[in-house]
C-alpha cells in the first residue's frame, strides 16, 4: 500500500539523517526558501495568537518551531513513529506544542476543536482520492466554524513530467536519480479540479492557490485552501 510505503520511507529517513531538513523531507532548500515557505503557509492560513493549530504530518517539527510563539496552542501528529520520537525532542521545551502519532484518517481530536489545520506534503502519501475524502471528513468534523484549513504542496499531474526530466539534469549520482523518480512515482499526482472537488463535496469552501515562486516545488506543486462554512 501506498500510506505504508512512505510510513516505511519517513521511519527510514528519522533514524539515517541528521540534518533536520532531510529528516523532514525539505531535502537541500536554502534557509531562505524554508523561511519564504513557512511565512507563505502562515499567510494563507491567516495564523493569529488566539488560534488552536492542527499540523498533519508533522515531520520533524519545523513548522511547530517557527509557530510556537504565533498561536495559542499547536497539537501535531505523525504517521511516522519515528518522526514523533524526533519531534517530541526537538519541541519539549515548548509548554503549547502537544504531538501524538496519529494517522489523518482517525484524527484523535474532539469535534470542532481547531481553528486552522495544515497538512502540508502530506496527502500524496495516501493510497487513493477516496481516503483523501475520507481525511477532509476527519478535518472537517475536528475543525471550528469559518476554520481555514491548506492542504499545502500537493503534486500537479500536468508537471509531473517536466518535474521528472528536472532530475536529470542535475549533477547527481544515477542512483540518487533513480531513486527520486522512483518515490516520484509511488506518489499520488493530482489534477487540480480533482482535490477541489473533493472538498467541495465534503462541504468546503475551496480555493487552489500558487505556491510562493521563491521556493522552487512552486514549479510543480500547488496549494488548496479549504474553508469551512457555518
Same mark, same amino acid.
Given at each position: 500500500? /501506498?500510506?505504508?510505503?512512505?510510513?516505511?520511507?519517513?521511519?527510514?529517513?528519522?533514524?539515517?539523517?541528521?540534518?533536520?531538513?532531510?529528516?523532514?523531507?525539505?531535502?537541500?532548500?536554502?534557509?531562505?526558501?524554508?523561511?519564504?515557505?513557512?511565512?507563505?503557509?502562515?499567510?494563507?492560513?491567516?495564523?493569529?495568537?488566539?488560534?488552536? +493549530?492542527?499540523? %498533519?504530518?508533522?515531520?520533524?517539527?519545523?513548522?511547530?518551531?517557527?509557530?510556537?510563539?504565533?498561536?495559542?496552542?499547536?497539537?501535531?501528529?505523525?504517521?511516522?513513529?519515528?518522526?514523533?520520537?524526533?519531534?517530541?525532542?526537538?519541541?519539549? $521545551?515548548?509548554?503549547?506544542?502537544t504531538i501524538e502519532h496519529g494517522?489523518?484518517?482517525?484524527?484523535?481530536?474532539?469535534?470542532?476543536?481547531?481553528?486552522?489545520? &495544515?497538512?502540508?506534503?502530506?496527502?500524496?502519501? +495516501?493510497? @487513493?482520492? @477516496?481516503?483523501?475524502?475520507?481525511?477532509?471528513?476527519?478535518?472537517?468534523?475536528?475543525?471550528?466554524?469559518?476554520?481555514? %484549513?491548506? %492542504?499545502?504542496?500537493?503534486?500537479?499531474?500536468?508537471?509531473?513530467?517536466?518535474?521528472?526530466?528536472?532530475?536529470?539534469? +542535475? @549533477?547527481?549520482?544515477?542512483?540518487?536519480?533513480?531513486?527520486?523518480?522512483?518515490?516520484?512515482?509511488?506518489?499520488?499526482?493530482?489534477?487540480?479540479?480533482? &482535490?477541489? /472537488?473533493?472538498?467541495?463535496?465534503?462541504?468546503?469552501?475551496?480555493?487552489?492557490?500558487?505556491?510562493?515562486?521563491?521556493?522552487?516545488?512552486?514549479?510543480?506543486?500547488?496549494?488548496? +485552501?479549504?474553508? $469551512?462554512?457555518?
Amino acid at each position: 500500500m /501506498n500510506s505504508e510505503y512512505w510510513k516505511n520511507h519517513w521511519n527510514k529517513s528519522a533514524k539515517e539523517h541528521k540534518d533536520i531538513r532531510f529528516i523532514s523531507g525539505w531535502g537541500d532548500r536554502t534557509f531562505q526558501e524554508m523561511l519564504f515557505a513557512i511565512t507563505d503557509v502562515a499567510k494563507k492560513l491567516g495564523l493569529k495568537s488566539e488560534d488552536r +493549530l492542527l499540523n %498533519i504530518g508533522c515531520g520533524a517539527g519545523l513548522f511547530e518551531i517557527a509557530y510556537t510563539y504565533w498561536v495559542k496552542e499547536i497539537y501535531s501528529i505523525d504517521y511516522s513513529e519515528e518522526m514523533v520520537k524526533i519531534t517530541k525532542k526537538i519541541t519539549k $521545551k515548548y509548554d503549547n506544542v502537544t504531538i501524538e502519532h496519529g494517522n489523518m484518517l482517525n484524527l484523535p481530536f474532539a469535534d470542532e476543536f481547531f481553528d486552522k489545520v &495544515l497538512v502540508n506534503s502530506v496527502i500524496q502519501c +495516501l493510497n @487513493n482520492l @477516496n481516503e483523501i475524502e475520507k481525511a477532509f471528513r476527519e478535518i472537517k468534523r475536528v475543525t471550528k466554524k469559518q476554520a481555514r %484549513i491548506l %492542504i499545502s504542496m500537493n503534486p500537479d499531474a500536468s508537471k509531473k513530467n517536466s518535474c521528472i526530466k528536472g532530475y536529470y539534469k +542535475l @549533477n547527481l549520482p544515477q542512483e540518487e536519480i533513480k531513486r527520486k523518480i522512483s518515490n516520484i512515482n509511488k506518489a499520488l499526482w493530482f489534477n487540480n479540479d480533482e &482535490l477541489k /472537488n473533493i472538498g467541495e463535496k465534503v462541504g468546503f469552501k475551496t480555493r487552489v492557490l500558487g505556491m510562493d515562486r521563491d521556493v522552487w516545488q512552486s514549479r510543480y506543486y500547488f496549494d488548496l +485552501l479549504l474553508v $469551512k462554512g457555518g
